[in-house]
């Protein structure tokens, strides 16, 4: 996420050091910093942008401006400003209207989802603090309404979207699961074919929005605009994900959804974005619509000051720890060394005594954590005898000519059916090897020729399901066939697939996904004359195209010398055409001729 320095300002009382020493802080006690970008706007206001990679167990609180200057508060030990917190003001929803009404179908899949009705707004350009905002964190700035959405999601972290309420058609808003075969023009100006595992936003029986990802075109604030809808939601995290995936729609309020927030963010974030909102684009507020279906249950987490030194391996005082979760804002009773958090209610990360261990490493810094050598383990390790068997098996059949494969462990017909099926054509887990090593070995049959084999001999070590157990099992297939046997395998069955050999394997190319050519072509040459001097020639005018050559007959008649050779070719740009390698067989042919060879 991009971040803003002159953004971050905003949260302090006090000038915040460089870019670059925020970048340090946040390296070594949070989270990795991708990029620093300068940034400067067209009126001369210059800025430090932060690309910060937040990690996925902190994105329900810190993919935003007042997340990261929460980070930076604790870190650097500069007093975070209570009363520029977004967080910490009043979020008064206290005035109802009767004019919006909102139902919600699934409280699984909408924990929350809070209306705000405003009549009389004026809909024109931003600010330009507001615009050079934006800018800063790559964001296109559309009108004042719709900026300042994106402007708190990227302040405080919870997605905001305005509707024009003369379009759509009614104030009762539903959250609802999409019909099958239902789609719906989004502000990308695609059309979006939606199925019911996606869930949608309605009013006026059309549907205005896919939850948590983006809104439609219908719908959209213009110029015209004067009365709004605002939707300050809480959709479920899996939900957004799965319909942003299966639409190749990922947004930013997509991916904020997807790392779960906390209900209370919708209200928080609501009333900011109304004041905002009266603040450069006028308007009354009528009033709002609060459904709040479940309400999540706070919980404190306690742990002693001895759980965290012997896990860190330190030494840190009771004033230490208080210290830590003073600078990271989190409420605490001590009793007896004993510390009682309550966790803030954006922190969803905190729930085990082992959350609250790490936050004390981090913030304390992991470089002052004292390092200790590992006692001697104090028994021999014992060896897994499948593994050890594999093992043996795998070096020897590779040193055999035989390739490792991977088959599917899903099959057409089997003993044990799958639950949660990958897909509709093989429902039932493998009852055994063979069946998956022949269709391997007649699929790489038809290469044989391309890489070189006379024959093509593979193997597999995998788990199979029959009768009624689990089983480990090792399985090969070559010219005589396929053969399986279950693991550990004793030396008597290791024996039978023959000993240590020497490996013919040659490095690894790249493989084209164009198919190949094979030529045959045979040469009368003096006696005297080698194979490989007949192959040189032969590589040196069939050009770039030959991806493999090598002999395969040779006999003597008189004074003269008959060698074949089987020559491969191959483009990784398209499928070779008879003409095309007609040709190059015409060059090879004239080659041959000017060392006075004939062609058989």
Known sequence: MNISRRWLNTFFDMELPDAEALSAALTFHAFEIESVEKYSSQTAVSDEVLDVKVTPNRGHDCLSHRGIAKELSAILRIPFAPKKDPLTRTADLSRKTDAVRVEIEDAKL?????????????????????????????????????????????????????????????LAIGVRRAREGETMEALDTKVYSLTPADLVITAG??????????????????????????????????????????????????????????PDLAAIGMRQVIDLIASIAGGEVEGFVDEYPTRPERRDISVSLEQINDTLGTSLSEDD??????????????????????PPFERLDLAIPQDLIEEVARIVGYDLVPS???????????????????????????????????????????????????????????????????????????????????????????TVWSGGQERMMLGTADSSGAREAPLPISGDTISRYGGFGVSTAERYQPFSKYPYTVRDIALWVAEGTSAE???????????????????FDEFKKGDKVSYAFRLVFQSFEKTLTDEEVNAIMMHVHAAAAEKEWVVR
């Open 110 to 170: 909408c924990r929350r989802y809070v209306a705000g009705y405003v009549r009389g707004v004026k809909v024109d350009q931003s600010p330009e603090w507001l615009r050079q905002a934006l800018e800063a964190v790559g964001q296109r700035s559309i009108n004042n309404v719709v900026d300042a959405t994106n402007f708190v999601m990227f302040d405080m972290g919870q997605p905001l979207h305005a509707f024009d309420a003369a379009k759509l058609g009614s």
């Open 205 to 262: 029986g059309s549907t205005v929005g896919i939850a948590g990802v983006k809104g439609g075109m219908a719908t959209g604030i213009d110029e015209r605009t004067t009365d709004i809808v605002i939707e300050s939601a809480n959709f479920d995290g899996v939900s957004v994900r799965k319909t942003a995936a299966a639409l190749k729609l990922r947004t930013d309020a997509s991916q904020r959804f997807e790392q779960v927030l906390s």
């Open 321 to 342: 720890i208080g210290d830590v979760f003073t600078r990271l804002g989190f409420p605490y009773i001590v009793n007896g060394g004993a510390f009682t958090v309550t």
């Open 372 to 462: 200790e050598a590992l006692p001697a383990f104090s028994r021999r390790p014992e060896v897994n005898p499948n593994f050890y068997a594999a093992e043996k098996i795998r070096e020897e059949l590779v040193s055999e000519g035989y390739s490792e494969v991977c088959t599917s462990v899903f099959a057409d017909v089997g003993e044990r059916v799958v639950a949660n099926k990958v897909d509709s054509v093989r429902p039932y887990l493998r009852a055994n090897l063979t069946d998956g090593l022949t269709a391997a070995l007649e699929k790489n049959m038809r290469n044989k020729d391309l890489l070189g084999l006379s024959e093509v001999k593979v193997f597999e070590i995998g």
């Open 533 to 551: 001097d007949v192959l040189s020639v032969i590589r040196a005018h069939a050009g770039d195209l030959l991806a493999r050559s090598e002999q």
